[in-house]
């Protein structure tokens, strides 16, 4: 009998209690994987601005300038004589397309009129230091320079204008560092007026960008 109820009375004794050490070890297993979860999560979060300041400060230092090295953009205040591209008094920007050459476009007083100009150079050196050939394109709102006695019979229509245009080529020397530029260049001028050449000088100091 006792035999008889005790296997008719185990599945009684012991069936709640598997019932409820189930779900308790299935919550115990998720508490676990929740735990993990969350840990890699955290070191996630943790990780990725890391990682993006550290990308950031990378990218920072690969922009960053070197010392010493020729800056791309140079403001330049100028002044020269009645021929030079950018007036008696008068500024320029001065851009660096690449290490050995230059394009300059600036403007100034021609007292009267506004001096306008263009130029082209090609740099000679190395370490900020050069020589240089230059190439510009200038013209006066207001002045016909290079007008003489003859112009007319030179070009009668060029003779009669209240404005000009010349074209200089000259050679010069510019320092250029990575925060100051100082430059002078001296050129032989050719109008449409007159057959005699004339003579421009210019020159001036910036900083760099």
Not at 16 to 30: D, G, I, N
Not at 31 to 55: M, Q
């Amino acid at each position: 009998m006792r035999p008889v109820m005790s296997r008719l009375l185990y599945p009684l004794s012991y069936g709640p209690a598997t019932a409820h050490t189930l779900p308790r070890a299935v919550a115990y297993a998720h508490i676990g994987g929740d735990t993990a979860r969350v840990r890699t999560l955290a070191l996630v979060i943790v990780l990725v601005p890391s990682l993006a300041l550290a990308d950031e400060i990378d990218l920072s230092r690969g922009s960053r300038r070197d010392r010493g090295e020729p800056a791309k953009i140079i403001v330049r205040a100028e002044a020269g004589n009645e021929f030079a591209p950018y007036g008696y008094a008068g500024g320029c920007v001065s851009w660096l397309i690449d290490p050995h050459d230059e394009l300059e476009v600036g403007a100034g007083g021609g007292f009267p009129g506004l001096q306008l100009g263009f130029a082209l150079r090609r740099l000679f050196g190395e370490g900020g230091q050069y020589f240089l050939a230059e190439l510009f394109l200038a013209g006066n709102t207001r002045v016909n320079r290079g007008l003489e006695r003859g112009s007319a019979q030179i070009n009668a229509e060029a003779a009669g204008a209240n404005s000009s245009l010349w074209t200089g080529l000259g050679l010069g020397f510019e320092q250029r560092t990575d925060f100051f530029s100082v430059s002078v260049a001296t050129n032989i001028i050719f109008t449409s007026t007159s057959f005699t050449p004339h003579w421009a000088i210019h020159g001036g100091v910036g900083v760099g960008f």
